[in-house]
């Protein structure tokens, strides 16, 4: 009778566990939670309603969902993607909803669902959960094929495989042990985050959404588009998030500082927005400038990028010069700000690192330097942008590194 641990009670963690058992009905399996419950961060993912994965309708390419980890995704997605979840979740009894953004929750709106239906199913297959059980390390019981596993202030165990679902964590020490077994680590960073501006005139725009902007970092590869929102701290919305997700390293190295440069109006052919303003000024001639917003652009945001072109409000569409049109579409295209810090809202945090896919066989998840180990989920150097990528990773990676 084989001995299967589990090690972390989350997404990953019951997928993996759930899987194991079902393959192997007459194997003990285990699984060993640090805290005194399971599946909270599912609890309160998607704000509580649990954005458990995508359509991935509007993903041509798996690179930009997943920054780290795509070619991986790929490979997993032929065994188990995004339709196994959903059909495995509505033939559970949980009925799902995918909204007009492509993203699919419970059509309970509630993550108790998600929660529910997880450990019922695992309870119903006959696995075991113990809580309060804190992984310290792993090893191999010498001439033997089994791992022995520490827990913090608890006897040893020994299994005959262990799955690790610890999830993400940006210290890499929590991972020390497996470094002492030969994995290599990916030094783990934070992904997910919101900029810090720090300019008043900025902040005091806070509430102000743009729908469509997109943003970069210049001088890097790093760009993204979407809705963006302006807070009291700076920088926050879809497109901020998917940059830091994007960048995440690059961000981390910098201190989380570097210069952003947002355009406002997501056209970066600057002839285009040239032209749709001039056909602005030529159809209102007499119109004050600030009374009239080009690209449907709020109106204080209007107000404040004219202010920052050095225009002035009472200015009528025909007084504007060449000059001052030209520093208007360098503002609407390439408002260049300065990132000062890493936002502290843990709205949407994952971690970018982890165990790095060169450890492990891409097949089965099993580590290539200690037979009977494997890994699913965040601790794996995996992540994904916002919109159910996330848990959609943690699904396939336990569904795989679950099976036989
Ligand atoms: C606020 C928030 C909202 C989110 N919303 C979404 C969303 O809507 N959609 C989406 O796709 N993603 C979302 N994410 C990301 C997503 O929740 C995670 O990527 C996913 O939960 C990872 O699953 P996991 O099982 O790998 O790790 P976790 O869910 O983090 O589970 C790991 C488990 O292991 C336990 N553990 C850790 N160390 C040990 C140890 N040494 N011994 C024993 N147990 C241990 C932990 O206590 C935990 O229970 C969100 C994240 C956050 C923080």
């Given at each position: 009778m084989r001995n299967i641990a589990i090690i972390g009670g989350g997404a990953a963690g019951f997928f993996a566990a759930i899987t194991a058992k079902t393959e192997e009905p007459e194997a003990v399996v285990t699984i060993f939670e640090?805290?005194?419950?399971?599946l909270a961060k599912v609890g309160v993912s998607g704000g509580g309603?649990?954005?458990?994965?995508?359509?991935?309708?509007?993903?041509?390419?798996?690179k930009t969902a997943y920054p780290r980890g795509a070619q991986l995704m790929k490979r997993l997605f032929k065994t188990f993607d995004y339709r196994d979840v959903y059909k495995w979740f509505e033939d559970r009894g949980v009925k799902l909803v995918t909204q007009a953004d492509e993203c699919v929750f419970p059509r309970s709106q509630d993550s108790q669902s998600i929660i529910d239906c997880l450990t019922h199913t695992a309870q119903k297959a006959g696995v075991s959960v113990c809580l309060h059980h804190a992984l310290t390390s792993i090893s191999k019981v010498e001439d033997s094929e089994q791992l022995e596993v520490r827990f913090k202030d608890k006897a040893p165990r020994r299994f005959d495989k262990v799955i690790i679902t610890t999830g993400g964590s940006p210290r890499a020490a929590g991972l020390e042990y497996l470094v002492h077994l030969g994995h290599k680590i990916e030094q783990p960073v934070p992904s997910l985050f919101t900029f810090n501006i720090k300019e008043k005139a900025f902040c005091n725009l806070m509430g102000t959404v743009v729908e469509h902007a997109s943003l970069s970092i210049p001088a890097t590869k790093f760009r993204s588009t979407g809705a963006l929102l302006i807070t009291h701290w700076g920088l926050s919305g879809p497109a901020t998030l998917k940059l830091s997700s994007y960048a995440a390293r690059y961000l981390a190295e910098q201190d989380y500082k570097a210069q952003v440069a947002v355009n406002w109006v997501n056209e970066r052919n600057v002839q285009i927005v040239e032209e749709q303003l001039m056909a602005l000024a030529l159809k209102n001639?007499?119109?004050?400038v600030a009374t009239l917003r080009p690209f449907d652009l709020p109106s204080r945001l209007w107000e404040y990028l004219l202010q920052r072109s050095g225009?002035?409000?009472?200015?009528?569409w025909e007084e504007l010069g060449k000059k001052s049109l030209h520093k208007l579409i360098e503002v609407l295209t390439n408002d260049m700000h300065t990132i000062a810090g890493k936002g502290?809202?843990?709205?949407?945090f994952v971690t970018c690192g982890?165990?790095?896919?060169?450890?492990?066989?891409?097949?089965?998840?099993?580590s290539k330097v200690c037979s009977g180990l494997y890994f699913a989920g965040e601790v794996l150097d995996i992540d994904a942008i916002t919109g159910g990528f996330n848990l959609q990773a943690a699904w396939t990676t336990g569904r795989i590194a679950g099976k036989k």
């Amino acid at each position: 009778m084989r001995n299967i641990a589990i090690i972390g009670g989350g997404a990953a963690g019951f997928f993996a566990a759930i899987t194991a058992k079902t393959e192997e009905p007459e194997a003990v399996v285990t699984i060993f939670e640090r805290a005194g419950r399971v599946l909270a961060k599912v609890g309160v993912s998607g704000g509580g309603r649990c954005n458990l994965t995508n359509s991935f309708a509007e993903i041509a390419d798996l690179k930009t969902a997943y920054p780290r980890g795509a070619q991986l995704m790929k490979r997993l997605f032929k065994t188990f993607d995004y339709r196994d979840v959903y059909k495995w979740f509505e033939d559970r009894g949980v009925k799902l909803v995918t909204q007009a953004d492509e993203c699919v929750f419970p059509r309970s709106q509630d993550s108790q669902s998600i929660i529910d239906c997880l450990t019922h199913t695992a309870q119903k297959a006959g696995v075991s959960v113990c809580l309060h059980h804190a992984l310290t390390s792993i090893s191999k019981v010498e001439d033997s094929e089994q791992l022995e596993v520490r827990f913090k202030d608890k006897a040893p165990r020994r299994f005959d495989k262990v799955i690790i679902t610890t999830g993400g964590s940006p210290r890499a020490a929590g991972l020390e042990y497996l470094v002492h077994l030969g994995h290599k680590i990916e030094q783990p960073v934070p992904s997910l985050f919101t900029f810090n501006i720090k300019e008043k005139a900025f902040c005091n725009l806070m509430g102000t959404v743009v729908e469509h902007a997109s943003l970069s970092i210049p001088a890097t590869k790093f760009r993204s588009t979407g809705a963006l929102l302006i807070t009291h701290w700076g920088l926050s919305g879809p497109a901020t998030l998917k940059l830091s997700s994007y960048a995440a390293r690059y961000l981390a190295e910098q201190d989380y500082k570097a210069q952003v440069a947002v355009n406002w109006v997501n056209e970066r052919n600057v002839q285009i927005v040239e032209e749709q303003l001039m056909a602005l000024a030529l159809k209102n001639p007499k119109k004050q400038v600030a009374t009239l917003r080009p690209f449907d652009l709020p109106s204080r945001l209007w107000e404040y990028l004219l202010q920052r072109s050095g225009i002035a409000e009472t200015k009528r569409w025909e007084e504007l010069g060449k000059k001052s049109l030209h520093k208007l579409i360098e503002v609407l295209t390439n408002d260049m700000h300065t990132i000062a810090g890493k936002g502290s809202f843990r709205e949407e945090f994952v971690t970018c690192g982890g165990v790095s896919l060169k450890s492990i066989n891409p097949n089965t998840l099993e580590s290539k330097v200690c037979s009977g180990l494997y890994f699913a989920g965040e601790v794996l150097d995996i992540d994904a942008i916002t919109g159910g990528f996330n848990l959609q990773a943690a699904w396939t990676t336990g569904r795989i590194a679950g099976k036989k």
